[in-house]
């Protein structure tokens, strides 16, 4: 059984910055492909990056530029690097990993950006 658990995740100025974390366990981290989605209030969830397991990245086009996406498998830890962020980007953010077999979700991690 995978476990995910994202941190970091709180209230911030527009303009400001977050860097949200999720921690893995139950599998072997470095064949994951792991990434992270966002839901806002009253709206679908939608892609934010995704990295596979040899570290090839894509993006939502609203986070090219301003979100990073890493992941460092001696800590079994995947990373969301968030600048410039808007009030738009207000959401509950997700970690997601996908073993090919299953995709497995975090609980996820509250974003507030205040104007």
């Known amino acids: 059984q995978v476990r995910l658990v994202e941190s970091g995740g709180g209230l911030v100025q527009a303009g400001g910055s977050l860097r949200l974390s999720c921690a893995v366990s139950?599998?072997?981290?470095?064949?994951?492909?792991v990434g992270w989605y966002r839901q806002p209030p009253a709206k679908p969830r939608d892609l934010v990056a995704t990295?596979?397991?040899?570290?090839?990245?894509d993006y939502g086009d609203f986070a090219k530029g301003r979100f990073t996406i890493s992941r460092d498998n001696a800590k079994n830890t995947v990373y969301l690097q968030m600048n410039s962020l808007r009030p738009e980007d207000t959401a509950v953010y997700y970690c997601?990993?996908?073993?090919?077999?299953?995709?497995?979700w975090g609980q996820g991690t509250q974003v507030t950006v205040s104007s």
């Open positions: 990295s596979t397991y040899s570290g090839n990245t």
């Open positions: 997601v990993a996908d073993n090919k077999v299953q995709v497995y």
């Open positions: 139950g599998s072997i981290f470095s064949t994951l492909a």
